[in-house]
């Protein structure tokens, strides 16, 4: 059974803080990695990916991924009150000859930034 | 560059009716997923379909089916609908070929009375 867990929150952070989410996975064959931004009502929209262990910045955000420690994490800086939202980690397998299995998500995190 | 497309937007059926979503992926894309989202949960993988057959399913009961046409559009296909089905349902594409990640469609909210 493929998990990935996440803290339901909510998250509250100050505006122009740095709003830390994470996601641990149990599936160690996992190879690919997303974080998905949800606006209520909205459909998921992707935000940040990573592949290889370390980190990768994008702007105000930065994704990191230890599969080691099959943990991941998104750090979102300056934040801002239009950052509120429920973040979705998603994590995926690779087929050898392209594509990929379907994505296994998290419940996400509900982030509130406190203007 | 046209998005995830899917229709209807929302959707009121009765139980133990029968619906079906559709879904037009993003022009290149060649594989069409579909999730379940319930209110206040993750979205759960349905099923994934390429070259016209299902790859790959979750854990779904038969009620669930879908098909994936020549031009790689997509429909869902839910029979003997219950209560418990009401949720957003999410249709996502990809390039098989090329994988940089899923785009997801606007959704269909589908309520079950």
């Known amino acids: 059974q493929k998990e990935v867990e996440q803290n339901s929150g909510p998250l509250s952070v100050p505006e122009g803080a740095i709003a830390s989410l994470n996601c641990t996975y149990s599936d160690r064959g996992s190879q690919s990695f997303f974080w998905y931004r949800q606006y209520s009502g909205k459909s998921p929209e992707l935000i940040m990916s990573i592949y290889s262990n370390g980190d990768k910045e994008d702007g105000r955000f930065t994704a990191q991924l230890n599969k080691a420690s099959q943990y991941v994490s998104l750090l979102i800086r300056d934040s801002q009150p239009s950052d509120s939202a429920t973040y979705l980690c998603a994590v995926v397998r690779m087929y050898s000859g392209g594509g990929a299995d379907g994505l296994t998500f998290g419940k996400g995190t509900h982030l509130i930034i406190q203007p | 560059d046209a998005g995830v497309t899917q229709s209807p937007t929302h959707l009121i059926k009765t139980r133990g009716q029968q619906v079906t979503l559709r879904c037009s992926p993003k022009?290149?894309?060649?594989?069409v997923s579909w999730y379940q989202q319930a209110l206040g949960q993750g979205p759960q993988f349905i099923f994934q379909?390429?070259?016209?057959?299902?790859?790959q399913r979750g854990n779904f009961p038969d009620r669930f089916s879908g098909h994936q046409y020549p031009n790689y559009s997509s429909e869902l296909n839910v029979n003997a609908l219950l209560l418990g089905d009401s949720a957003l349902y999410l249709c996502a594409s990809s390039l098989a070929g090329a994988y940089y990640g899923y785009t997801f469609g606007s959704g269909t909210r589908l309520t079950v009375v």
């Open positions: 379909y390429y070259e016209e057959e299902e790859r």
């Open positions: 022009s290149g894309h060649d594989t």
